[in-house]
């Protein structure tokens, strides 16, 4: 191992969280990992005696962030890595969904994130230093019927990630988005919000969508173990990519989605720059 970090790593309790913590604390990196309850508090820190330390917070908590973040540079030190991970899946047809359902999806997976960052911003400033990774989803590249909440979200921390980045870039400090596709984690078990079905009109659509993801759980292509370790090769780089894709659906669908707008933009350029002058 390069050097030994402290990694602040949002919702440690299952998933990549997780595995992100188990491979960092065996590479002899602290971790910070907040969980949503005591007893995930404590089975976090029982990983690793003073090496894992665990908080309690929900990321929709903005008043507590600084608070904790605060306690946590002074009593375990300051942050090197900030990974906003903690996020979840709201699935449900648009028309169907209440917009409080998608107010919560952007509270957690986008203005969560968002408070964290600005709360470990002042010190990496001052140290001329740290890195930020944003969990985000090859949802925040492609698309599908029956999750537009979650892609915007997830198309909105891509694109705060990579303005930031040259934000923050002349301070010394790196943002990565890291795009993972389906991994084995409780995001489509567990931890999704479904909106119950009310137009029948999308019965045809947006069935077979539900189904296929409900039976598909737990058995994703993506192993988040492997997951861990493509993010700690990234956070030990020189120079971190601005994003990172994880898995082989992701690039095979995110190079489709790019081949598709741009054979788009090529189809429409003529009106494009019609505009012009
Ligand atoms: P997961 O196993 O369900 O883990 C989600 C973690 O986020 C849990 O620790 C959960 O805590 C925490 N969390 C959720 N809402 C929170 C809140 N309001 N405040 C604090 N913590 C909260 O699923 P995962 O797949 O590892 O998810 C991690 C990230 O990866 C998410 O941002 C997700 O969108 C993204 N992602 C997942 C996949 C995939 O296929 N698995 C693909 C692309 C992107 P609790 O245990 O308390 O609920």
Redesign the pocket.
Known sequence: MASSKILLI??????????LAQEALAAGHKVVG????AQ?KLDFEYLSAGAAFGRV?????CDAINGIVAEIEATVGPVDVLV??????HEGVMEESPLSEMRRQF???VF?AVAMIKAVLPSMRERRRGHILN?????GYITMPGITY?CGS?FALEGISEALGKEVKPFGISVTAV??????????????TRTPRSIADYDRVFDPIRKAREEKSGK?L?D?QKAARAMLAAIAADCPPTHLLLGSDALGLVRDKLFALESEIREWEAVTVSTDG
């Open positions: 949002t919702g440690v309790s299952s998933g990549f969280g997780r595995a907040t969980v949503r309850s995930a917070l929900d990321v929709t908590d906003n991970n903690a996020g979840y899946g509270e957690v997976n969560g969990i985000t989803s090859m949802g979650y997830k795009a993972p596709g389906s991994f084995r984690t409780d995001w489509a078990g567990r931890s999704m994703q993506g988040p």
